[in-house]
């Protein structure tokens, strides 16, 4: 079982940019496939963006498109979350989530077994 923690989160002017990380412990990260989700206040839990075991395969939310890069370092056992060009609608709760099912990607929530706390941002207008 591996937990994950989250880090990087803070508050950010619009169109700034900040730099997630998830730190995994306890399990063999190379075997999960990685997502990062987030909630807005008062809404549901969103797909932000996942990536392969290889890190060779990536997708996005659309919302973030252009916008969002996901990255792993397998020899640290981190993933990130690279935002730029951050606008307010991007505040929300920030979590990272490990699939070990799947060497590819996935958008859906129930896929993910193990979850982090949650980092917060917050994008000033």
């Known amino acids: 079982q591996v937990h994950l923690v989250e880090s990087g989160g803070g508050l950010e002017q619009t169109g700034g940019s900040l730099r997630l990380s998830c730190a995994a412990s306890g399990g063999t990260f190379v075997r999960y496939s990685m997502g990062w989700f987030r909630q807005p206040p008062s809404k549901e839990r969103e797909f932000v963006a996942a990536?392969?075991?290889?890190?060779?395969?990536?997708i996005y939310g659309d919302s973030v498109k252009g916008r969002f890069t996901i990255s792993r370092d397998n020899t640290k056992n981190t993933a990130y979350l690279q935002m730029s060009s951050l606008k307010p609608e991007d505040t929300a709760v920030y979590y990272c989530?490990?699939?070990?099912?799947?060497?590819?990607?996935?958008?859906?929530?129930?896929?993910?077994?193990?979850w982090g706390p949650g980092t917060q941002v917050t994008v000033s207008s």
């Open positions: 990536i392969s075991r290889s890190g060779v395969t990536t």
């Open positions: 989530a490990a699939d070990p099912d799947r060497a590819s990607v996935s958008r859906a929530l129930s896929n993910y077994d193990y």
